[in-house]
């Protein structure tokens, strides 16, 4: 069974302190690793997709990188709009994503 | 606007009663899913239809019954509803090909059982 484990739960941070969330993963025969963003009161909201170890993608203040056992989301220098709850998913077999229980992010002034 | 939509954004209701969530695309897209966001934020998937066609059941209760009128629309009706029911339930569609499981989400219906 396809599993994914992200940490930390929830992380707080001031505005422009970089950091990383991690995603860790089990599948059999990966179809991609998804980032989602939540924000309270709204649906996942779809961020990147990485498919093959060493790709790297980046939006603005993110950036997400893959390995075989796990994924990052890398945060420089982020801001107070960057608060929201990050999602990740592993796609398995069939039209079926994996999500993890996400990590909080709080960024402060 | 393009979007996910689902009705009712909230719905409070009493333990035995029966529901429907509704929920309508205008994306184009010929997959829709039903999710279900517990109090821990885990989304699990429910159900998938790919044009019409149901193609994705996961281990949910028979009370739960999801019904595709069209590709556009995906409803979700519950039975005798229970109090493990209270979530989050979240609509979501994709098209088909290798971009099949980046997923438009709707804004999600709260189910409150008393």
């Known amino acids: 069974e396809d599993q994914v484990t992200q940490s930390p739960e929830a992380l707080r941070l001031q505005e422009g302190e970089s950091s990383s969330l991690n995603c860790s993963y089990t599948?059999?025969?990966?179809?991609?690793l998804f980032w989602y963003r939540q924000d309270p009161g709204k649906g996942p909201e779809f961020l990147f997709t990485?498919?093959?170890a060493g790709e790297e993608k980046e939006k603005e203040r993110l950036k997400a990188t893959l390995t075989k056992k796990e994924s990052f989301l890398h945060i420089t220098a982020p801001k107070p709009e960057d608060s929201a709850t990050y999602l990740c998913?592993?796609?398995?077999?069939?039209?079926?994503?994996?999500f993890g229980t996400g990590t909080q992010l709080k960024v402060e002034l | 606007d393009t979007a996910v939509s689902q009705t009712p954004k909230y719905l409070v209701t009493q333990m035995g009663n029966d529901k429907s969530i509704k929920c309508e695309q205008n994306?184009?897209?010929?997959?829709m899913y039903w999710y279900k966001q517990d109090s821990k934020k885990f989304l699990k998937i429910m159900f998938s239809?790919?044009?019409?066609?149901?193609?994705i059941n996961e281990t949910v209760p028979n009370r739960f019954s999801p019904k595709s009128p069209d590709k556009a629309h995906l409803n979700l009706h519950i039975n005798s509803l229970e109090l493990g029911d209270s979530a989050v339930y979240f609509c979501?569609?994709?098209?088909?090909?290798?971009?099949?499981?980046?997923?438009?989400f709707g804004a999600g219906s709260r189910l409150t059982v008393l």
């Open positions: 979501a569609s994709s098209q088909p090909g290798q971009g099949a499981k980046v997923l438009t």
């Open positions: 599948v059999s025969g990966l179809r991609g």
């Open positions: 990485l498919y093959s």
């Open positions: 998913a592993v796609g398995g077999g069939g039209n079926k994503l994996t």
């Open positions: 994306l184009g897209h010929d997959t």
């Open positions: 239809y790919n044009n019409k066609e149901l193609i």
